[in-house]
Nanobody, 124 residues
């Protein structure tokens, strides 16, 4: 299974952005999808997640100015962030877990996939 992220770039402080991620491949089912980020010199941290039923979870740092959504039929997840701050600058990674089809096992196997990352730079 592959995750392809898009939507990063340079944004001015106070602006908005929308990140998108599409999962493709031998997907059986996806439970959780989400976004994590890693700023220079820092560990990767959770931004927001959404489960297959639409339940969302946000980091305190983005709560109230972010919205995560997904399209289960298309296996896509989107993140909109408003009121961007310079401290939002990071590489953003999309994530998905669930089940994929294993050709080795000829059956479902655990899925734990990360996208390639997309850089978001917020200028002050």
């Amino acid at each position: 299974v592959q995750l392809q992220a898009s939507g990063g770039g340079l944004v001015q402080a106070g602006g908005s952005l929308r990140l998108s991620c599409a999962a493709s491949g031998s997907i059986v089912s996806i439970y959780n999808m989400g976004w994590y980020r890693q700023a220079p010199g820092k560990e990767r941290e959770l931004v927001a997640t959404i489960d297959s039923g639409g339940k969302t979870n946000y980091a305190d740092s983005v709560k109230g100015r972010s919205a995560i959504s997904r399209d289960n039929a298309k296996n896509t997840v989107h993140l909109r962030m408003d009121s961007l701050k310079p401290e939002d600058t990071a590489v953003y990674y999309c994530y998905a877990d669930g089940l994929e089809w294993s050709t080795e096992r000829l059956g479902p196997a655990g899925l734990d996939a990360w996208g390639q990352g997309t850089l978001v730079t917020v200028s002050s």
